[in-house]
């Protein structure tokens, strides 16, 4: 796995945020400029190879577009250009994940050079600020139960690793006796979108996966369904290997969450848009929330306007719609409620919106 480097404004709270197995709503992801790749030896030819195909990992996770590791990374242009560091490492062999003993080489791209290199090139942008996905999943490969978080079958592995790949959060169900009395395998089959809600309430995810594989063609065909706060989707994934058709299912949602949260190549800039924020009582508190709003990708600049009472009035500059920040907003678990207070104060253009209305939740 590449290496994590965590932001510092929230230490304590991102590492409980970036365990793929617990409760906690997701936050701020790290490593997404980092990547891992096989490689033959140290030469200068198998070298840049190996940096071209690091590069095409990352911009995968920073643009969320799938596409980005291939007609995208080629538009950019050599990668070195990009690179801040890299080195090589052994790794031993690991049966469990089929990863051979040998040669790996560890990159990290710039983040600044390469985000403008994406904006100069009109590509999208996601962010640090990342969501998470409760997995229900049904697979005879489990014997035909609900894949629980303390399993470590090859499909939750590979699950994982794909949402590793993709910059997403997963998180699977304890399937302690809460889960077990709320939901069952014939709930999942039949995509009882009530009875998952319900269950999936306890985990607080950004959205739910819901995956049932069955037999098909001496193989496993998957059929999901995508239940974000606003919507359900549902698709299929063709007979093939269930460790295939586990991560077809992870690709799938990663690009949902790209779709809903990644800053369009198109976004315009907005600047002056008010943020009320409640419930900061301690200089401590201002300093997490200042910092937080700092760090979110959509934010260009913040300034405060004016303290009162428990409340703090910011100005934010953003990169992209008020849709990309208000659900950056509340990513991280920080900042909770979105309503809107009484109407700003006109401009020529019309353009200031109202405020936003955000709590903190320390």
């Keep these: 796995m590449p ?37 033959s030896d140290q030469s200068v030819a198998a070298r840049n190879a190996a940096l071209q195909q690091a590069f095409g990992i990352v911009l995968v996770k920073v643009t969320g577009d799938r596409a980005a590791s291939g007609a995208l990374a080629a538009a950019l242009g050599n990668p070195t250009q990009y690179v801040e560091q890299y080195r090589y ?43 998470r996905a409760l ?43 809460q889960d077990k009395a709320a939901i069952g395998v014939p709930d999942l089959s039949s995509f009882n979108a009530e009875r998952i809600r319900a269950a999936s309430a306890r985990y607080q995810p950004d959205a739910v996966l819901v995956g049932v594989m069955t037999p098909a063609e001496g193989q496993l065909a998957g059929r999901w369904e995508w239940l974000s706060p606003d919507n359900v989707e549902d698709w299929q994934t063709p007979a093939g290997d269930a460790a295939l058709v586990a991560v077809d299912g992870v690709q799938v949602a990663a690009d949902r969450f790209a779709a809903r949260y990644a800053i369009a190549a198109d976004a315009a800039d907005q600047d002056g848009v008010p943020l009320q924020v409640d419930g900061i009582g301690s200089l ?14 959509p934010v260009r600049a913040v300034r405060v306007g004016r303290v009162a009472q428990g409340s703090v009035f910011y100005s934010l500059d953003i990169h992209g719609s008020l849709d990309n920040l208000e659900a950056a907003l509340v990513l991280g678990g920080l900042l909770s409620g979105s309503t809107t207070v009484a109407p700003a104060a006109a401009t020529v253009s019309g353009a200031i919106p109202a405020p936003l209305h955000y709590s903190y939740k320390p």
């Design 135 to 177: 997995i229900w999943l049904v697979t005879p490969e489990t014997g035909g139960r609900i894949l629980g978080a303390a399993d470590t079958s090859p499909v939750m592995q590979a699950m994982l690793g794909a949402a590793q790949q993709r910059g997403i959060v997963l998180a699977f169900p304890q399937m302690d006796a």
């Design 89 to 131: 490492e052994k790794v031993d062999a690991d049966p469990t994940n089929n990863i051979p003993a040998g040669l790996m080489l560890w990159a990290k791209f710039g983040a600044n050079v390469v985000g403008k290199a994406l904006r100069a090139g009109h590509a999208p942008l996601w962010g640090a600020e990342r969501p």
């Design 3 to 39: 290496v994590k480097r965590l932001a510092p404004l929230i230490a304590a709270c991102l590492l409980l945020a970036m365990s793929w197995l617990a409760p906690a709503r997701a936050a701020l992801v790290g490593g997404l400029y980092e990547a891992r790749v096989p490689v």
């Design 284 to 297: 401590e508190a201002y300093a997490k929330v200042s910092d937080y709003l700092k760090a979110l990708t």
